[in-house]
């Protein structure tokens, strides 16, 4: 008999397991036979020793909404938006964790195709882009595609360094990288019976076998793990899904599992810290309020957007 349990995730940030309303085609089926040929068993996690690894992560904000209003076509809608991307890299030897490679950005985008000069806002530079919709959802998906592009140029600086990275968030790099994607909320069940019963078996700091997930663009790596054990919580409470390139052997994709599965429970927010937790680590949540810091006082920004759209000088109040 099904039954039903509150989530300790705070209901703002939605629900670490949602039914997605654009599912996967019936016809993708995903490949449970790349590490385990037979039955599914949970897998410890292996600490390999790895020194170095890097939490990669971003942040956005909408900073004002737009109008391009034209006599004859009318008003089209935009925003102003931000974003700040970056990095906790760990070092496991020293004992201590640091900020590194934060980048932020600005942008105006303007929807229906149609674009317009941002006038010179001080110390703010906002680049101009359109896009064709014209409704919130189209301009911010717009927004989202720069913050991730940028969270990915950071992950390839880091790796190339030598780190380890955990890139919040679905990959989307081909290249047989040291990086796998952390993906905190469920939209699909990857997984069909048996092997999905495996889900709900895994202790902290065990993994399923991997999977290979078939997509338009290029296949991943995939597997679940346990970050921690909650209390009076259901089947998948502290389950995250982890991703890698399906461009490493398979010897690598499983080097990665292991090290994802012995490191991450040890950077699990603990419940009663944050309104995320246990998905949201404590590297990635000390990094958010960092990235946060880095975009500016939320009202002087849109106070000096205001101005400066109005043609007022610098400093004047809107």
Known sequence: MARLYVEDWSPEYGAPFESDP???????????AVEVRGAWEPIPGRDDGVRLVAFVDGVQRLEARLTLDDPDSGPTPGICAAYAVGASVWDRDARASTVRGVAVGRVAIFGGGRSAPMPAVPGLHYATESVEGIDLPALASRLNTRRRQAETEAARALEAEGCFVVADGPINDLAPRNVVGYVKSHHHTYLAPPQ???IGALRAGERTPLF???ARQFQRYSWYMRLAEIPHGHSWSGIVRLEAAEALSRAEARTLADRTAALLPLAAMPLHLDARAPQNLVPIAALERELRRWLGDEGLVRRALKAAVNGLPAGATP
């Open 22 to 32: 654009d599912p996967l085609p019936s016809e993708v089926v995903v490949d449970t």
């Open 196 to 198: 999905s019963r495996v």
């Open 212 to 214: 290979l997930i078939p």
